[in-house]
């Protein structure tokens, strides 16, 4: 499926964009370390607990990296951060994990979802913003951890799969009210260059039905129906 690149209807509009995108990332890259950070405490064995307190210190390093760029711009990053704070608190609020399995399966879902929306929105944004959504994205090598991780916990206990499927489809509409939500309330929909009276409809269809057989396809490689 060939990707069209979303476009941006003004300078000014790209310029907004591209300011919410970043105080949307850095706060998920924040709330990423912090998360990762718990979960490691209740790792079943010393080689998870590494290897998730590695990932945290990732996603804190590409906080930094985020809240560089935008300070590079002459703003207090406090400021463009602070409005994603209070929604993203209360994605994270309803979405408890109920064991560390369960954490694991909100990464891979959450983190996966976040990135393709992120890449999704940046499409059309300056190639500078792209790049920063490339650098923060989640390593294939620490997907294919979890998934690998995922996958032995399923195999040392079938009866899991069930349950991680289950939770994984309940991330998944959480993550997609959520974009959708963001992207209403910082206009990345108005921002959006669209043709005819149900461009943004159809644009915000596009994108979300990208999100969706992206997650699909994860799902799959876990060997679990999303």
Same mark, same amino acid.
């Given at each position: 499926?060939?990707? !069209?690149?979303?476009?941006?209807?003004?300078?000014? @509009? +790209? #310029?907004?964009?591209? $300011?919410?995108?970043? &105080? %949307?990332?850095?706060?998920?890259?924040?709330?990423?370390?912090?998360?990762?950070?718990?979960?490691?405490?209740?790792?079943?064995?010393?080689?998870?607990?590494?290897?998730?307190?590695?990932?945290?210190?990732?996603?804190?390093?590409?906080?930094?990296?985020?809240?560089?760029?935008?300070?590079?711009?002459?703003?207090?990053?406090?400021?463009?951060?602070?409005?994603?704070?209070?929604?993203?608190?209360?994605?994270?609020?309803?979405?408890?994990?109920?064991?560390?399995?369960?954490?694991? !399966?909100?990464?891979?879902?959450?983190?996966?979802? @976040? +990135? #393709?929306?992120?890449? $999704?929105?940046?499409? &059309? %944004?300056?190639?500078?913003?792209?790049?920063?959504?490339?650098?923060?994205?989640?390593?294939?090598?620490?997907?294919?951890?979890?998934?690998?991780?995922?996958?032995?916990?399923?195999?040392?206990?079938?009866?899991?799969?069930?349950?991680?499927?289950?939770?994984?489809?309940?991330?998944?509409?959480?993550?997609?009210?959520?974009?959708?939500?963001?992207?209403?309330?910082?206009?990345?929909?108005?921002?959006?260059?669209?043709?005819?009276?149900?461009?943004?409809?159809?644009?915000?269809?596009?994108?979300?039905?990208?999100?969706?057989?992206?997650?699909?396809?994860?799902?799959?490689?876990?060997?679990?129906?999303?």
């Amino acid at each position: 499926m060939t990707k !069209t690149p979303l476009t941006y209807g003004s300078a000014a @509009a +790209a #310029d907004d964009a591209e $300011l919410a995108l970043m &105080g %949307l990332i850095a706060y998920q890259e924040l709330t990423a370390f912090e998360h990762l950070s718990s979960d490691a405490r209740l790792s079943p064995t010393l080689v998870d607990r590494e290897t998730l307190g590695r990932f945290a210190v990732k996603e804190f390093g590409h906080f930094e990296m985020v809240r560089e760029r935008i300070a590079e711009r002459g703003l207090d990053p406090q400021e463009v951060i602070e409005p994603f704070m209070a929604s993203l608190d209360e994605m994270h609020r309803r979405t408890k994990p109920g064991d560390w399995y369960e954490s694991l !399966t909100k990464v891979y879902v959450i983190d996966g979802v @976040a +990135a #393709d929306f992120y890449a $999704l929105i940046a499409s &059309g %944004l300056e190639p500078e913003v792209r790049t920063l959504v490339h650098e923060v994205k989640t390593s294939q090598a620490n997907t294919e951890w979890l998934r690998e991780r995922l996958q032995l916990a399923i195999t040392d206990r079938p009866e899991r799969a069930s349950r991680l499927a289950l939770w994984g489809r309940r991330l998944l509409g959480e993550a997609l009210t959520q974009a959708r939500e963001i992207g209403e309330k910082y206009d990345y929909w108005g921002a959006l260059q669209l043709e005819g009276p149900d461009g943004r409809g159809q644009e915000m269809t596009r994108l979300f039905a990208r999100l969706v057989e992206n997650h699909s396809r994860r799902m799959r490689q876990l060997g679990m129906t999303a």
